[in-house]
């Protein structure tokens, strides 16, 4: 020690150090305070190892909690209002990914709905898959197999039911 005075004080117990190398008062030993400056009166003795902290200080290895902002209280007419805008600007912005896909320019008329005489013919037709006319096609019918839930559901789906008429 080239300074010659006396060594530092042994750090508190439990490992911790006053915040910022501070000691309790605010001021390190042998400073004195400005005149007119009046001592802090409070100081919080719940820290651990029974150290002062002067409010608004963090010890060090701690990091500051920081409050939430208040949440505003919105009336019910407020929020149907943002519900809305939000609403209008969620469409402006994906009207052109979910809007109609036009091919230059050109709108496509709906599809007429095929009747039921052509799925009724079809089922028909490959219904014995043991002519030798399939032979060949055979494997690509099978393959076909796992499609036909979806294409059963597409033409229930497609079919008017009686409380639709």
Do not use: C
């Amino acid at each position: 020690m080239e300074g010659g005075g006396p060594p530092p004080p042994p750090p508190p117990p439990g490992g911790f150090r006053p915040p910022g190398n501070m000691f309790p008062g605010g001021l390190a030993p042998g400073v004195m305070r400005p005149p007119m400056v009046l001592p802090q009166q409070t100081r919080y003795f719940n820290q651990p190892g029974g150290m002062p902290q002067q409010p608004g200080l963090i010890a060090q290895g701690q990091a500051p909690v920081p409050r939430p902002p208040p949440v505003p209280v919105l009336s019910e007419e407020q929020q149907q209002k943002l519900i809305d805008e939000k609403a209008k600007k969620w469409l402006q912005l994906n009207s052109k990914r979910y809007g109609d896909k036009r091919k230059f320019g050109f709108v496509e008329a709906p599809k007429e709905d095929m009747p039921p005489e052509h799925v009724r013919k079809i089922i028909r037709d490959h219904g014995d898959m043991s002519s030798r006319k399939f032979r060949h096609d055979k494997r690509v019918y099978l393959g076909a197999l796992k499609f036909v839930p979806h294409a059963v559901f597409k033409l229930l789906e497609n079919m008017p039911m009686p409380w639709e008429q």
